[in-house]
């Protein structure tokens, strides 16, 4: 006797595409939703690289104006102290005479009077 496997009825093949048209439906939302979730990932990490390039040229912004001021601190202390050294230096009477104007000497002779 040779067994004859019963031929699916319409039902049974119409139900058993239905469950497979779900779980497709399913792997596709879940297929979706990651992508999803991996696009959300991705613009976050885009804006916490751009956050930390913003912070980064802002901090290099912050050191070179302080180097700019490191170095006019320099200058300005250098022009100090060649100031106070001129302003110590003593110079002789003909020295002072030798860069007199004639506003100076009308000045002195009235003095001198």
């Known amino acids: 006797r040779t067994l004859v496997h019963p031929r699916p009825t319409l039902s049974s093949s119409s139900a058993a595409s239905d469950v497979y048209k779900r779980q497709l439906v399913e792997r596709e939302r879940e ?23 913003a912070e980064h040229q802002e ?14 601190a320099e200058i300005d202390a250098a022009r100090a102290e060649e100031f106070n050294r001129r302003a110590t230096t003593t110079v002789s009477y003909t020295h002072l005479r030798a860069h007199e104007t004639p506003e100076h000497l009308v000045c002195r002779l009235l003095l001198e009077k």
């Open 59 to 72: 901090i290099a912004a912050h050191v070179r104006r302080n180097e700019v001021l490191a170095r006019e």
């Open 31 to 53: 297929l979706r939703d990651l992508s999803e979730q991996l696009e959300e990932q991705k613009q976050s990490q885009i804006h916490q690289g751009r956050l930390q390039y």
